[in-house]
């Protein structure tokens, strides 16, 4: 039977129930998720954690709704979402939950203010120009709307990946190796941000990693294997998390 993250308290920010995720069909198939079940409270960090090819980043695209399991459901508060029409889903998306990626993914011909613009403008939904600010302000990058990715560093890029998933104030920030490409300094910066989100703006924050440092950042982490949620760490230390993923990887 496969082991369920739970929490306890009020209605879940995100809940997934026996998620399955199958890549091709018959003998090449491959099973990416095989059973997981996991609460998110709300205004809580959780870390996901495991080996290479465990099902940790798929885990978290359908819980961002990016991508559909093969099997199970996926709720954000009281709406699911697993089977909802692309466009219905689309529109959830931008008004619910922000995305940060590893690579940042921004427009190296567009000013800083675009490219946070951007997933709004796309949407036809551009946000105002304060609110555009304030997202900037929040990440440290008051003063740099006119600067193009090309003339920051990696940590400011990041930043401004940060300020695009937050100018829609989502009820949920996914961050998928956010800190990866970046130096430990940088990377704890960013860290600091997503941390102050939680602590400061009761958003809930969902984190990919392989780096127990970042992850000591979190409430709790969730360590997946094989495609199952094999534990739970509950505000664990880096050494503490570095053990536990020996085990695994042995």
């Known amino acids: 039977m496969a082991e369920t993250a739970t929490h306890t308290g009020t209605q879940a920010a995100v809940r997934a129930q026996d998620l399955h995720r199958e890549y091709g069909r018959g003998t090449a198939a491959v099973r990416a998720l095989r059973g997981v079940s996991v609460e998110l409270a709300p205004g809580t960090f959780t870390a996901v954690m495991g080996p290479s090819g465990s ?6 695209h359908c819980l961002a709704g990016m991508d559909r399991p093969t099997r199970g459901s996926v709720r954000w508060g009281d709406t699911e979402v697993s089977r909802l029409p692309e466009r219905r889903l689309a529109e959830l998306r931008r008004g619910r939950v922000g995305f940060v990626f590893q690579a940042f993914n921004l ?26 600010r304030d997202a900037l302000a929040r990440v440290g990058l008051a003063g740099r709307e006119r600067s193009r990715p090309g003339q920051l560093s990696g940590g400011q890029q990041q930043r401004v990946a940060v300020a695009r998933a937050l100018v829609s104030r989502p009820e949920v920030l996914f961050a998928d190796e956010p800190t990866g490409a970046l130096d430990r300094a940088t990377g704890r910066e960013i860290l600091d941000l997503l941390r102050a989100g939680v602590d400061q703006e009761g958003q809930t924050c969902v984190m990919v990693t392989h780096d127990p440092v970042a992850a000591a950042y979190a409430d709790r982490v969730l360590l997946l294997a094989d495609g199952l949620l094999v534990d739970e760490l509950v505000r664990p230390t880096a050494a503490q998390v570095g053990e536990r993923l020996s085990r695994l990887d042995g």
């Open 107 to 132: 427009m190296p011909a567009m000013t800083v203010e675009q490219n946070v613009e951007l997933p709004g403008r796309l949407a036809g939904e551009r946000p105002g120009r304060d609110r555009v």
């Open 55 to 60: 099902g940790k980043t798929t885990l978290l």
